[in-house]
């Protein structure tokens, strides 16, 4: 199960797609921003104290084979999470996989996305899209109506251009690596706490 039991688990989620920026300030005020590139997804999980030290035992000694250094999938799709992540618009897949038809260019921050049926939003602000099956995971920034398909997120396209499939909403899966790895702490006999909240970022290749 990797870390997805920590999503499906958790307490409460922090989530970080904001791009990383520098900032001086001169002596008469001025501030000036560069960005300094990568707007990796971060995700900081805190896991509530309390649950059976029996309940968790495997599932601790399986995320700590894995540990800090190596990539694994997460998603947001169940345990009550979904939610978070439905698709706002109101078009029905064209595929049968679910997904809708997609054409890129890398460094772009607007995509082609067709096919399927709707009558109102093809995307809402907020949704998120990823793709192909292993591309990245990208947030939806503007509202595209039913007879526009262009979609504009929120970072410059990673993946190298080409056509394919476009994942929505909780259909979305995260590679990420776990960067803070917390110990559990074992108290009232048989209950299980931890020193501190997971923090999973996005690996960018």
Known sequence: MSFQWIIDNAAEIQINN???VSSTTTRDGVTRTVSRGGQ????TV???DGPRWQD???LIATAQ??????????NFAGSGL?????????FTPPNPNGTFNADWSTGFDTFTMTGGTGSTNRVVAGDFVQLTSTGHVYQVVQTSGAVSTTVRVHRP????????DVYIGTATTFT???VEFPQPRIFARNQVGWTGPFVFVEVID
């Open 82 to 90: 979904e939610w978070m992540f439905a698709y706002q618009g109101d």
């Open 40 to 43: 990796p997804w971060v995700f």
């Open 157 to 164: 396209i990673i993946e190298a251009s080409g056509t394919g």
């Open 46 to 48: 805190t896991l509530p």
């Open 18 to 20: 904001q791009p990383l």
């Open 65 to 74: 084979r894995y540990d800090r250094h190596t990539e694994q999938d997460i």
């Open 176 to 178: 990420v690596k776990c």
């Open 56 to 58: 968790y035992r495997e």
